[in-house]
């Protein structure tokens, strides 16, 4: 099936405009990130001319440290899992190089050699935690559990060593010899280099995806995303990283303690992130970098107090500035920007959406064009019309000993609008749900489009064909319109770790219903600031984006008013005699649905009532009954 | 040979019931965890060495540690976390700050080094042929005693069947009229008392100093997650994990021991999904 735009000129002249700008944006992106750099590098390279050589070390240390914070936000603050084991990876680098350089070998080249082995341990360790971490249904709290146990099984490790990882009287190294400025340089240039990485990653398209996880995981699945591989990729990315940083940074203080890999430092590396500013890159550094330095130049009793004034400042800033610092610096300073520039009756250079401080969002040119769909890689859209879109045999789900479904046989073909209808309980959702995740049903048979979804969970049924709309708009409400729609276009094309795209390619139904329902002009708004009907049209795009061929809506009408109510009629009637589309629809407003459907299907008690063609169903007895609560 | 091991198995499992206890309270009724759990075991020892310092009997220390952590406690919830219900995950971190600022005072006042409390009973009883700490024997009892007071008190009382409305379904009880912040406060509070008293009883079996909670916290939290929201998974849960980790670090490797809690737990938990 291939969408063909009517205007083919509007088209092309569309997409052409959509290239020249996306050329400029890119190299205005990489100019600015290269700008930035430079600057940032010879900044590095003159302040050892201020700083004398004791502010040398403790910023050297600081900024390893930093760099082991960075990772943490990436995991936390972009993508939502709270982890207190970042520390255990950081002891793996520490424990990696150390245990190398004091026994087995020694020269810059076997350094760099055992960094790198400590680097793809830790990926390993990370990747495997990930896996144990990042099953379909583990809950948030989960992924904390095992990180906290990761750093205490590390350092029972490291005691229960003896002499040969020094146990608790750590293990002292032969370091490089290098002078204080150098192991400045060094550890500036690293965190510089892992900044800029971590910005080019989170402002590329797969740091629209983190963010798409941490606001909803949920329906990234139902959009057809594996974001267990994602997050275990990411978490064995981060691992890794910080082992490096462990690597350098035992090189820098010639002992490896097992402090440094343990629970308290974990949490102290979440703590120093949430006071900078979770979600921001310059926040963790801030942070380390600012209580490090602190904590050091301060002498005496002194450190004690200070630590009592950070856990203060952690709660405080928990509880009334939940982003951290910096964005709240940030917030205030564009805040007082903005009213200058208006005193000025000058539009402000930059407008910071919220309080968080999302690279590009507000600046970013979009269009969003029309593509012909990528061709499916199953090949399932070749299906001949012959196979129904969608079969269900015998299906059957229990929830102990409650029967929510029992028996249900249906079979839709494309073309068909199958409304749902039945009173509260009677078992609507859970058959969209046993459609959409094969791990739901407890008994019976899914095919669709002749293919058996079996126990493929909601992101395998996706790629068969199958695309839900939830009851409630479900979108990711930090992000754009339009960048909702490329995470929702995203399990089709291969997502990239350092390009943003800009523009996104809709099959034309997606953007029909983009053009009707007005989004085309709120493309760089918050979804989370959309109104509750703005919403549904933007989720409805989404999932239409998915090029489905069945398409399951839970009251899709709910809350909006008359007039959206017949925009999106006409858009479903379109979608299901236009593009040949199976929908299926659950709804309560029965002359909605009289107007729409071309068949019937009543629910009760689990149990299919009545089936049939809108004529011979619509004015059945049964279901005045039903819905007056007269049948048995 | 084997009573000594019997023995050990069901009173580490009743140490172990009596460390979790407040956090499970915490847990059960109010969704969440609390990071702080460990300083308030550690404010209960100190109030042990305090009661050293002050020539009191050893026996007053329960009390003072009761007292200091409600009171603790009280503040918490007042100024901190009452703001934070709406936001589960915030809480960790808030729980974990409060851990801080109550070590790092601690830490201000009797500085890092270990310090020493006067025990309760020192002496040892025979029983079964082997000669055994009666201190341990007297923490199983007390486990049972605090054990089944928590539950008279959750099924008989008033403040317990609203409390246990609030736990099945917050938004009726609310409906309802049931002041649910009252309840969440008084929960906290005596979470935090609980945990201070279980830092006061365990204080001869562990070395005083600023952290020593942490530890405890880990398994204790452990334990709570795998036993879901219940008093009798929770015995059962000490009871399974305490023992495998007394088995394992007689027959194997001390140190393994002190990993088994985190490690079985982990893996049970892969397998078993959390309730939230």
Redesign the interface.
């Known amino acids: 099936m291939t969408y063909r735009k009517t205007d083919v000129l509007t088209a092309a002249c569309r997409a052409l405009a959509g290239e020249t700008i996306s050329v400029l944006g890119r190299a205005r992106r990489s100019l600015a990130i290269f700008g930035v750099s430079v600057l940032l590098v010879a900044f590095l390279l003159a302040s050892p001319v201020v700083l004398g050589e004791y502010a040398q070390q403790i910023l050297s240390q600081a900024f390893l440290f930093a760099i082991a914070a960075v990772t943490v936000d990436l995991l936390w603050g972009y993508t939502g899992i709270?982890t207190f084991g970042q520390s255990a990876f950081f002891g793996i680098g520490v424990y990696t190089v150390a245990i190398a350089l004091a026994y087995y070998v020694d020269g810059t080249l076997a350094t760099a050699g055992a960094i790198f082995a400590a680097m793809v341990g830790a990926a390993l360790a990370g990747a495997a935690i990930g896996w144990?971490s990042f099953?379909d249904?583990a809950?948030?709290?989960?992924v904390?559990?095992?990180t906290?146990?990761l750093p205490?099984?590390f350092t029972?490790?490291i005691?229960?060593g003896g002499a040969y990882t020094g146990s608790s009287s750590g293990l002292p190294i032969p370091a490089p010899f290098l002078s204080i400025t150098q192991w400045y340089y060094i550890a500036g240039g690293l965190l510089l280099v892992v900044t800029i990485g971590a910005y080019v990653f989170v402002s590329s398209d797969a740091g629209r995806v983190m963010v798409a996880i941490r606001e909803n995981e949920e329906r990234c699945r139902y959009l057809g995303l594996n974001t267990s591989r994602f997050k275990i990729r990411l978490m064995a990315a981060c691992s890794a990283v910080a082992a490096m940083a462990g690597g350098f940074y035992v090189l820098f203080s010639s002992v490896a303690a097992h402090s440094y890999g343990d629970?308290?430092f974990g949490?102290e590396l979440?703590?120093w992130t949430?006071l900078g500013g979770r979600g921001t890159l310059v926040g963790p550094i801030f942070g380390t970098v600012g209580v490090n330095y602190v904590s050091a130049v301060l002498g005496g009793?002194l450190p004690?107090?200070w630590?009592?004034f950070?856990?203060?400042a952690?709660?405080l800033s928990?509880?009334y500035l939940?982003q951290g610092l910096v964005p709240a610096i940030g917030y205030g300073l564009s805040a007082s920007a903005r009213s200058i520039g208006r005193l000025l009756r000058q539009r402000p250079e930059t407008a910071v959406a919220g309080w968080r401080l999302e690279p590009w969002a507000a600046e970013v040119p979009t269009v969003v064009r029309s593509g012909a769909g990528v061709p499916r890689q199953n090949g399932v859209i070749g299906a001949t019309e012959e196979v129904p879109a969608l079969e269900m045999q015998d299906v059957g789900m229990q929830y102990g000993s409650l029967v929510a479904l029992r028996g249900v046989t249906l079979t839709a073909c494309r073309g068909e609008v199958v409304g749902i209808i039945g009173p509260n309980g009677a078992g609507k959702t859970t058959l969209l749900r046993c459609i959409a995740d094969g791990r739901e049903r407890s008994a019976g048979e899914v095919l669709v489009n002749g293919h058996s979804i079996g126990r493929l969970p909601p992101q395998g049924c996706v790629a068969l064909g199958v695309s839900r709309k939830f009851q409630t708009p479900n979108v990711f409400d930090a992000l754009t319109v339009l960048d909702c729609l490329c995470v929702a276009r995203s399990y089709r094309q291969p997502v990239s770790a350092w390009r943003r795209s800009r523009t996104v390619e809709l099959p034309e139904p997606a953007l029909h219903a983009v053009e009707v329902s007005g989004l085309m002009s709120m493309l760089n708004e918050q979804a989370g600031h959309l109104s509750h009907g703005a919403k549904q049209a933007l989720e409805l795009a989404m999932v239409l984006a998915q090029e489905p061929t069945v398409l399951l809506l839970d009251e899709p009408t709910a809350g909006l008013t008359l007039d959206e109510r017949v925009a999106i009629g006409t858009v479903l009637t379109e979608l299901a005699h236009g593009h040949r589309l199976c929908i299926l629809l659950i709804e309560h407003d029965l002359d909605f649905v009289r107007n729409i459907s071309t068949r019937l299907v009543v629910l009760h008690r689990g149990e299919i009532r009545l089936d049939g063609p809108l004529s011979e169903t619509a004015d059945s007895e049964l279901i005045r009954s039903i819905y007056v609560g007269a049948a048995k | 040979m084997y009573t000594i091991q019997l023995f050990d198995v069901i009173t580490t499992a009743g140490v172990l019931y009596i460390v979790a206890l407040g956090l499970l309270l915490v847990y059960g009724v109010l969704k969440i965890i609390n990071l702080a759990h460990g300083a308030f075991l550690a404010l209960g020892s100190y109030a042990a060495v305090i009661a050293t310092w002050l020539g009191w009997n050893p026996w007053s220390a329960l009390v003072i540690a009761l007292a200091v952590g409600i009171a603790v406690g009280a503040v918490a919830e007042w100024r901190v976390l009452r703001r934070l219900y709406v936001r589960p995950l915030d809480t960790i971190l808030a729980t974990w700050g409060l851990n801080i600022i109550i070590v790092q005072s601690i830490t201000l006042y009797f500085g890092r080094e270990i310090q020493f409390a006067e025990s309760t009973i020192t002496q040892a009883v025979n029983v079964g042929g082997v000669t055994y700490s009666l201190y341990r024997l007297v923490l199983l009892l007390v486990a049972v005693v605090l054990g089944t007071l928590v539950w008279l008190v959750m099924r008989r009382t008033q403040i317990g069947i609203v409390a246990r409305a609030v736990i099945m379904n917050e938004e009726l009880a609310e409906a309802l009229g049931i002041n649910t912040r009252l309840v969440r406060f008084v929960t906290f509070c005596l979470g935090a008392g609980l945990a201070s008293l279980a830092g006061a009883l365990i204080t001869p079996l562990v070395s005083v100093h600023p952290n020593l909670g942490v530890p405890w916290l880990i398994n204790a939290f452990m334990l709570v997650l795998v036993s879901g929201m219940s008093l009798g998974n929770l015995a059962l849960a000490a009871l399974i994990l305490g023992g495998a980790q007394v088995l394992v670090s007689s027959y194997g490797n001390p140190v393994l021991g002190s990993l088994t809690i985190v490690i079985l737990a982990v893996i049970i938990l892969r397998f078993r999904t959390i309730p939230t």
């Not at chain 1, 809950?139 to 989960?142: A, D, F, K, L, V």
């Open positions: 709270l144990l099953w249904r809950s948030p709290i989960y904390a559990i095992v906290l146990a205490v099984v029972q490790i005691l229960s629970f308290v949490t979440v703590v949430a009793n004690f107090i630590l009592l950070v856990g203060f952690f709660v928990v509880v939940p």
